[in-house]
Structure formats: structure tokens, C-alpha cells
């Protein structure tokens, strides 16, 4: 998709003008769910530049879509907060502004995240550099546990034990529920969160080479049925089978017992919701292990900007120490990893959670992750719905094995 998308793109054409001395407005697009901590940097560069940043949120699942739209149209941001895994492709498509001279001569260019870095290079040129590391992880309301009888200290380590606790939660009211997702029209909130059930357990969606769909294996029917029968024993809000991101964070009404979240919610909670007690772990794996996703986003220029020297004094903020503890203080992990131990000094002691999670974290390779994964239409978000939610559990696994090894194929 994003190829097609971006080829429609290539008769837009910009200008590139010097910038004038005059203070300059960067407009900015960001996802919907990533969090505080983008928002409360922006907010901190504000306050101390003469330049401006504007953001504006964009839905998760539209984001791509838009962007590649918008540089067809000639209306696209100035740069972008994009999920890592698409930078080759909006490289590839001559849409990003080349940044490696001027990477290589940060004097801490080597201490960025390395995973980012990989992903922002195309041609051993690099598009895009690190705004956000993230990882998933588990969370689970102590006072809710508290309430329904549970140990609020005792962090659950099977699935089992989750759905045994979300059945106590649940008998707490009916506008209480044990667990919650953004299942039924969020593939990227997926990836995110569902997938650590397998990865945990040693299986996976796609091959080392991202060249052979191995969606089903018994690890994903374990963590379908697993998922199946908290919605059938109504343990899960009927509004998760609609939720394409905008309530990813539905764990901050207090109403919620345990989600999946982003690290970044950590520091969003302790901030913003200091009354909701909660704890956080690792990701089980449905069959034993844990898991977690690694991922994040990539901060890149759109080609052609104008105002290329205020963003790139911008991202130089970003990167400053009081940058990175403004985001870590609202729970994006560091991005450099020579000043990462004294941006979390002094901070809620649950984000060493998300820093451990990086050791057992994985990404899918594909260079069609949108086409794949993250399209609204396409066969994995297809897949968590029709296999969660529908009747047909065998037709949802036979379709998306087919669908997914199409696109594959069709890409090599």
C-alpha cells in the first residue's frame, strides 16, 4: 500500500527556500496513543525558543495513509513522528530529507538507538533518527485487585491467572471490567500488545526474513482462545471490538483491572493519574516466557521543508539532556543510551520495567509491515477481529495465512 500511496506522490514537488531570520512555526504530525511525553516536550521547547512547534494528532491507523496523501497534495508537515518500521519506505519514495551529513556530526550520533537508526537508513543514507524507544508491557490496577479480593502486590505470570483475576474484577460493577484491548480496528495496537503472548511462547507471525507468513501455529490459537473467552465471558468492554486507537490508554479511567500498554503510559499514569495505583510486568507468553514488542518512532523531515534548520534545532532539543528527561519524566525510554542512566535518575521505579523489556523484545522484518499489519483493512487486523470476535476461528486463520503470504509474494 505504501507504494502505491507514495507513486500517486511523485508529481508533488517542493521548493526549497533558505530559512529567514524570523522566528519560524514547525508543524508537526504525531499518532493518537503515544503518549505525554512528545507533547510535554514540544510544550518545553516552546517556552524556551523563539521557533514553534505546532502538533497535531493524527489516528494510528490513518497516519501513513494521510501522510503519503498529504505529500501528493502538497500539504504535508514540515516532519513527522513515524512508527520506525516505515522510514525505508518513504526514503525509497525520495519524500525524506537526507539527514546523514548532519547525524554523523552529532557528537553523540553513536550512542542513538541503534534499532532506529537501522530503520531510518536506506542506501547506507540515513531519513530518519530516534524520537521515541518504546516497548509493551503489562499493567494491572492495585485497587481494583485490592477490591476484589486479589494480592495488589502479586504481579499475574500466565494467562490463566489474568482471566481468573478479570472474572473477580468484573463482579466489581457493571461499568468494571477485568481487561481491556484495541482489538477490533487497530492492527498496530496489536502487534503491540497481542503478539507477546506468542513471541513469548517461541512462535511467530512471519519468518526470520519476513519472506513466510506462519501465522498459525498452536501458540496463536492458545492466545486467540485466550483472548475469545474474556470477550465471551463479557470480562472485556464491548467498545474494544470497535477501538481503532484513539482509547488505547483506556486503563487511566480507573475502571480497567489489567491492559497491555505502552512504557509510555507509566510515566502518563504517574503523572497525570496520580490516584490510580497500579503495577506493571512483563508480558506473559501463552505458553510460558515473556515477550514484549520493540518499537517506537522515527522523527522525519519531509523533503523539500522550508524550515529545515528549525526543525533540526528542534530534534537537537529532543536530544539534550533536558530534553530526554522531559520525556522519560512522561514515558518515552531514552533515545541515547550515554545519558539514559541520568535522564531516568529519580524517576517511578516501574520503568525499569520497560527498560527490561528491551532485552526480550522482538519486531516483525517486512518491508509491507503497513500492507500487513498496520492497514485497517489488511489481513492481520482483519485477522484479531474475525478471529476474536466472529464465529468462524478456522476461516480466520485459513484467510490470513493465504492473504498475508499474497501481499508477501507480491512484494518480492
Known amino acids: 500500500m505504501i507504494k502505491r500511496l507514495l507513486a500517486t506522490s511523485a508529481v508533488a514537488t517542493f521548493c526549497f527556500m533558505s530559512g529567514a531570520s524570523a522566528a519560524e512555526t514547525i508543524e508537526m504530525w504525531v499518532r493518537t496513543g503515544v ?20 502538533a497535531t494528532e493524527v489516528p494510528f491507523s490513518e497516519l501513513v495513509q494521510k501522510y503519503a496523501t498529504a505529500i501528493a497534495g502538497g500539504q504535508a508537515p514540515d516532519a513527522l513522528s513515524m512508527d520506525l518500521i516505515y522510514t525505508p519506505a518513504f526514503a ?130 492458545k492466545a486467540v482462545d485466550a483472548y475469545r473467552s474474556m470477550v465471551k465471558k463479557d470480562l472485556v468492554p464491548p467498545s474494544a471490538a470497535t477501538d481503532n486507537g484513539t482509547n488505547f490508554l483506556s486503563f487511566n479511567n480507573g475502571k480497567i483491572g489489567q491492559q497491555s500498554l505502552g512504557a509510555f503510559a507509566i510515566g502518563t499514569l504517574v503523572t ?71 535522564a531516568l535518575k529519580g524517576l517511578d521505579p516501574r520503568m525499569q520495567v520497560g527498560l527490561k523489556a528491551i532485552a526480550v523484545a522482538r519486531t516483525p522484518y517486512t518491508l509491507q509491515f503497513n500492507d500487513l499489519i498496520n492497514s485497517a483493512n489488511g489481513p492481520w487486523a482483519t485477522f484479531t477481529n474475525a478471529a476474536i470476535y466472529g464465529d468462524d476461528v478456522d476461516g480466520a486463520f485459513a484467510n490470513a495465512q493465504g492473504e498475508m503470504q499474497a501481499i508477501i509474494d507480491s512484494g518480492q
Open 92 to 221: 525509497a519514495a525520495g519524500q525524506l530529507e537526507d539527514l546523514t551529513d548532519w547525524a554523523k556530526q552529532l557528537p553523540y550520533f553513536n550512542s542513538l538507538s541503534p534499532s532506529h537508526v537501522k530503520l531510518g537508513t536506506y542506501q547506507d543514507r540515513i531519513y530518519g533518527l530516534p524520537l521515541s524507544v518504546e516497548t509493551s508491557v503489562f499493567a494491572w490496577n492495585k485497587g481494583l485487585y485490592k477490591q476484589a479480593g486479589l494480592d495488589p502486590e502479586k504481579a499475574p505470570a500466565s494467562w490463566q491467572e489474568i482471566e481468573v483475576n478479570a472474572e473477580k474484577i468484573r463482579k466489581l460493577g457493571d461499568d468494571t471490567y477485568g481487561f481491556y484491548f484495541s482489538g477490533g480496528a487497530c492492527g498496530g495496537c496489536m502487534i503491540f500488545t497481542f503478539t507477546p503472548l506468542v513471541w513469548g511462547s517461541g512462535a511467530d507471525i512471519l519468518s526470520a526474513d519476513g519472506k513466510t507468513a506462519t501465522l498459525d501455529t498452536p501458540q496463536m490459537r
Open 35 to 54: 503518549g505525554d511525553s512528545f507533547k510535554k516536550v514540544v510544550e518545553a521547547y516552546n517556552a524556551s525558543h523563539e521557533n514553534k512547534v505546532t
Open 272 to 342: 497525570e493519574y496520580p490516584d490510580i495505583d497500579f503495577g506493571v510486568t512483563l508480558i506473559p507468553g501463552i505458553d510460558g516466557g515473556t515477550s514484549s514488542f520493540a518499537g517506537g518512532d522515527n522523527f522525519v523531515i519531509t523533503k523539500g521543508t522550508k524550515k529545515l534548520d528549525a526543525v533540526k534545532e528542534f530534534l537537537e532539543y529532543v536530544y539534550s539532556l533536558e530534553g530526554q528527561k522531559v520525556m522519560a519524566k512522561y514515558g518515552s525510554l531514552p533515545t541515547r543510551g550515554d545519558i539514559a542512566e541520568e
